[in-house]
C-alpha cells in the first residue's frame, strides 16, 4: 500500500516537471513555464480560501520548498485546474478520498474549501456516511469528529452556512 502511495506520487512529481506546452486530454496548451504553474496554483488557493494563502501549505513552504511548490503547480496549478468538473465537484471528490484514506488534517482543509465554494454541511456529512462503504467505519468515525471540529470552528468565527 505504502510502496503504491509513494510511486503515485513520485510519478506526479516527475509529470509535475514535464516539458513545456504539453497539452491536456482537450487539446488545451498547459502553462509553458513552471511560474506560470505556480500562479495558476495560487489561484486556486485563494478562489478557494477566500482570499487568503493556505496556512499548511504556507508553513511546508518554509521547510520543504520543493514538495510546497509541487504541490501548487501540479496538484493546484495543473490538475486543479483542468476543464470538466467544477470545484464544488473537485471539493466533494477530495473530501471523500482524504477521508476513505484517513487524512483528517487534508480532508478538513477540504472540507473547508467545499463550503467556502458552496457545499453544505448536509452534503459534507453525506460523504462521510457514504464512505463508510469503501472505507469502513473506523474512518467514517473519523472523518466525522474531523468535521464536527471544522463546523464548531465555522460557527464560532461566523462563517458558518
Known amino acids: 500500500m505504502h510502496k503504491i502511495t509513494l510511486s503515485a506520487i513520485a510519478l506526479a512529481i516527475s509529470l509535475s516537471m514535464s516539458p513545456a506546452n504539453a497539452q491536456n486530454d482537450e487539446g488545451s ?12 496554483g495560487a489561484d486556486v488557493i485563494l478562489k478557494l480560501n477566500n482570499g487568503v494563502p493556505q496556512t499548511t501549505l504556507e508553513n511546508m513552504r518554509e521547510e520543504f520548498p520543493f ?12 490538475v486543479w485546474t483542468r476543464p470538466g468538473l467544477d470545484d464544488r465537484t473537485r471539493q466533494l471528490a477530495a473530501v471523500a478520498a482524504f477521508a476513505a ?15 467556502n465554494v458552496g457545499v453544505t454541511e448536509d452534503e459534507l456529512k453525506e460523504i462521510v456516511y457514504m464512505i463508510t462503504v469503501p472505507a469502513g467505519f473506523p474512518k467514517a468515525i473519523l472523518a466525522s469528529q474531523t468535521m464536527l471540529e471544522l463546523f464548531e470552528e465555522r460557527r464560532g468565527a461566523g462563517t458558518d452556512q
Do not use: N, S, V
Open 29 to 40: 496548451t498547459m502553462p509553458d513555464t513552471t511560474a506560470e504553474r505556480l500562479q495558476l
Open 67 to 78: 514538495l510546497a511548490d509541487a504541490t501548487q503547480a501540479y496538484a493546484l496549478g495543473d
Open 101 to 115: 484514506m484517513g487524512e483528517r488534517a487534508l480532508m478538513k482543509i477540504h472540507a473547508g474549501y467545499a463550503l
